[in-house]
């Protein structure tokens, strides 16, 4: 599998990706981080507690990781998220509405952590 392969199976864009890394190399390089990236526990944990300002945070950190790594499926959601708790902002979403849209994250996020692994594999075999 090559590095579009992997685009196409996770619903990312690649030429999205490349405009901003520029070099394929620095984009294999970074979406091979993503699996270790913290800030989707973080989210998660977030969502659990209902803790507005780390659902923010979290949420805000997580669109622009997604976005430079075009993974527009996970950066559209995020970026719901981030507006939902945006400082100043009036709530929109019933709590449920907001997990079920973190649960979506997670369960992308799963899926790409799995093809990225497969990625790696062929990669590195």
Do not use: W
Not at 45 to 64: I, P, R, S, V, Y
Not at 88 to 115: H, K, L, W
């Amino acid at each position: 599998m090559n590095l579009e392969e992997l685009y196409q199976k996770i619903g990312g864009d690649y030429s999205r990706a490349i405009k901003v890394l520029r070099i394929e190399k620095l984009l294999d390089k970074h979406i091979r981080k993503l699996p270790a990236n913290q800030i989707f526990a973080a989210l998660d944990q977030a969502g659990k507690d209902m803790d507005a300002t780390a659902l923010f945070e979290n949420a805000h950190a997580m669109k622009g990781i997604t976005a430079n790594l075009g993974l527009v499926h996970i950066c559209d959601l995020a970026s719901v998220i981030s507006e939902e708790f945006r400082p100043g902002n009036p709530r929109t979403m019933s709590d449920d509405e907001v997990r079920r849209i973190i649960g979506d994250i997670n369960t992308q996020f799963q899926n790409a952590v799995t093809a990225i692994a497969e990625y790696t594999s062929s990669q590195d075999s």
